[in-house]
Structure formats: C-alpha cells, structure tokens
C-alpha cells in the first residue's frame, strides 16, 4: 500500500503536443482516485505514466516519497487490472490468480502459491470456484479474478483503465459495486480512469477531471457537484447535465430568458463589472410551483412557461423547454459542447419534476427555480464566479473523513482476521 505523487507532470508525445499538461495530484495511501474527462483528455496517457508504460517528459512521480521517474514498471510494485477478458480460458481461476507468481520464475515456492491464492480467493469469496474455467463464471466473478491476479503479487496500488466500458448498463452497474466494495475490504491505493461521470461519482474518493491533458478540479463527488470550479466541469459533472442559460444583471435583478430573478445579493455581487454571465442551473433546482410549500418558495422565483413534452420515469419526470439564444450565446453553447465531447448542446432546459406533478406539454405551466443555488459563469474564462471554495473543501473534508474511518475499519478486519487464522 503507497501514497502516490504527481508533481507537475508532462507528457509530449513525437509531435510535440502536451498530452499531459503540468498534472499534479497527491493520491493517499488508501485512496481511490478517479481521472475522468472526454475522450482524448490525456487519462490513459496519465495512467501509463504512473504504471512507467510511458516516459514522464516533465515533473516528478513519487511512490511513497521515493522519485520513481526512472524505475522500471516491474519494479515500481503497481498492478494494472485489466478488464476480465484478459483472464487465460484454459486455465483454473487457481491457475489464472497464480499467474504473475509463476511468471516470477523461483521466486515462489509451491506451498507459497498456494497460501497467496487461498488468501486471495477468500478475501474475494472464489474460494468454492478455484478449480473452475473462467467461461463458467459470472461477469463479477471473473473481474474478482482479474483483481485477485493483482492481489496475490501484493502490489502497492491498482491502475484501471476503463475496465467496465465494454459491458452493457446492467453489468456496469454490478461491476462497479464489485469492484467499490472490493477496493475498500482491501484499503488499497487505486487510480480508475473512466470517461463516464456515473462511473466517477459512484466509485470516487476524489475525482480528477482532466481538459485537453489539463486538471480542471479535483474534489469530492459532492464538491464537483455542488461547487464545481469551472463551467466545464459543471457540465461534465451530473446527469442530466447542468442547463446553461444567458444572464444579464441589471438593477439587482438577474435577467434571462426565462424571466427578470431577485437572486441573492452576494451572489450578484461575484459578477460585478460583467455584462453577460453564463446562469448554470441543475435540473433540480426546478420544481412544479404547485408542489412548493410558500415558506419554500419565498427562497426562489416563480415563473410561467411552456413546455415542449415530458418524460415519466415513474420515480420523477422530466420535462423540456426550448428557448431562443443569440448568435454568442449559440456559439458558447457549441464550443463548450465540443470541449465536452457532446453531440450539440441544445438552446434546451431541461427541469425535473416531481413523479406526481401534472405539467403537461402545449399549456402554461408554472415553475419554480431555487435562486439560492444557481452559478453564475464567467462567459470568456468559463470560470464559476459563485463558487464557494469553503463550502466546497467541506464537503471533501468530509469525504476524506469517511474514507479514513473505513480504511482505518478494514485494515482492523484485516488484521483481526489474521490473528485468527495464525492461532
Ligand atoms: N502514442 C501516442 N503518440 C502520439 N500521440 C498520442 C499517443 N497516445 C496518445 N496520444 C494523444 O494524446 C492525447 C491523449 O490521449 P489518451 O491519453 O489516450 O486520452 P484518453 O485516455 O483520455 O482518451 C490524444 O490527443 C492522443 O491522440
Ligand atoms: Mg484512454
């Protein structure tokens, strides 16, 4: 187990652009750590650097404190976990655990393989299947078996890259609880690439959101969420993604296509100087005005629209409205879709409703908007001007906290466990 270091790492491939731009993170011993980002933003590139697959062009890698830049992948003690299908089919899940120890020629004696297999294979409950072919085996069982590989060579971390993107949505979502609960029993230092935000925020201590080989933010899920740092960032981090709507702020009052809103003061005043702000509002800032309670509602502002259709998934429903940007707006809108690997982003809101709401398309319709949490973008930086930074490191405080506790609680398991088995 090994804290890891990234100090202003770069990396430039042949043609000399910056795959990895000046990347520093410090990964705790314990921690999982997700990179996440679009296609292309440089996280396999930032992962091989640490596994030393790839030359570090610029900074400094640490494993537990000790420069590594020029170590050799095997003797940097790191497991890369591939994705199931790397498992041998005519071998035993015994034969394929076994693997990377017979690979050390000599190194193990038989009596040694046997007693890292067996401890493996309990710890990730194979230990009724150890003689069977991987074919037989479910999905979940046979990533257990690509994590016991890495296990058995007590590697000080685990390296993922996208191990999940090949599977189907039901899968994905097994595997990933397999592999969450498997990572905390064994407290050990993980860095999980994905493109996927689902996958970010279900599996992440912290998350890393990487931008055309640029850290962007990392944090707790719940801090991306809440205070994420930029306007790309907000619209990567959630589903469905945040709406992004123009705003000017005039007389106190912050005008939009949706209508004039009283916002609270502070939060204008973070805008000050700007003529148009970029307004990101999350679907579930939104409510059917009828289902507000007045003490609630005094906290937003209430507005009359027309929606173009809606959605019911039976526990909420969504519902769509379209609205008319300018040829600026249009274009900030295209370019943050690009940076965002998406399609297009549509001159589209999209607000969630509660399951029970009758809001129907095609007849007036009255919403209400929770002013209090709306950010406010700055439209040429896309940086977030509302962002509070100290609420922010709170909710990752938090998180961290947590992590510690359950590690701290594995690690006693663990040690408790072996106490048992040695007398
Ligand atoms: N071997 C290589 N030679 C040159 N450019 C590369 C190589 N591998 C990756 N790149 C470039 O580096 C950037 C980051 O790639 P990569 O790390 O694979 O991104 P991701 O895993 O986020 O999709 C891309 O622009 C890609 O084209
Ligand atoms: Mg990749």
Redesign the pocket.
Known sequence: MASITLKNLVKK???G?P?VNDVSIDIEDGEFIILV?P????????LRMIVGLEDITEGELLIDGERVNDKAPRDRNLAMVFQNYALYPHLTVYENIAFPLRLAKGKHSEDEVKRLVEEAASTLELTDHLQRKPANLSGGQRQRVAMGRAIVRQADAFLFDEPLSNLDAKLRGQMRSEISQMQRRLAVTSVY?T?DQTEAMTLGDRVAV?KK?VLQQIASPRELYEEPANIFVAGFIGSPSMNFIPGQIEDGKLKTVLGDFDVPAEKLARAEGKKIVMVGIRPGYFEDAKLVDEAKKQHGATFTTELTHTEWLGNEQYGYLNFEPSPEVRDLLNSLAKDLDADELKPQIVVTLDASSRLRAGRESELWLDTRKLHLFDPETGENLTRDAEAGAALTDEANQERAEEIAMAREHDNSAGEQRAS
């Open positions: 491939y042949g043609d652009f795959a980002g296609s292309g933003c440089g996280k396999s590139t930032l690439v493109h990487l080989g």
